[in-house]
């Protein structure tokens, strides 16, 4: 960690970001990575979450983010992993997703699902913009090491309404995830966090170097 890798390889960048709300945006707390550095995330803020009339009830007191990774110019983001324990300068800290987090989970025949990984990243698109979860793009991502996972304690009952849905506070968000198809920049996690409270990103992020190209040696008479 710390120097420029060979073609073929990972980088890897582990950093803590940290979010007051309703701020104007989220702050990197510190980087262990020389090469891949706390300007290659970054946290923007989305405002108040909505969905489209009838998709979803209206969620007042909390704030947007989505999390995103850019990768150096001609590489890609590999994967990430909010998941085991990140270095964070000379310490050891916890990976994942950690706050007072809205959570929307999808209820039918008297069965609840969690939705810790999901293609939405657009605020007031469907009903799971109101949902906080990790960001995968269509038919790109395996999920490695552990899979996606999250907690809800449900207690939003009155946003419940007639819909097939769930919403509560959760506290944490983990797992950790390949992407097969990458791109230079790439959405890590949709946030939402409750307004007046303070959320913390703990995650490491690996690059894809672009391949180096190679010239054919000729021999000369």
Known sequence: MGTKMHHGSKKRLAL???AVVPAAGMMIGSSANAALTASN???V???TPTSPTGSAPTVSGYTVFRIVATAETGDTIAGDDF???QTIGA???PGGIFGTLLQRWTYASSATTKTPVNLQDQNGVN???EDSHLVTFSNQAVAIGAAPNEDNDQSLTSLNGATAARFGNGTNIHGAIGFTNQFQTQTLAYVILKNGTTGTAVMGVSEQPAPVARVPARASA
Request: charged share 0%; proline share 0%; glycine share 16%.
């Open 91 to 93: 310490s050891q800290i």
């Open 83 to 85: 998941t085991g324990n």
């Open 16 to 18: 803590l970001g940290a």
């Open 127 to 129: 009903a799971l913009s």
């Open 41 to 43: 995330i970054s946290f």
């Open 45 to 47: 803020n989305l405002g």
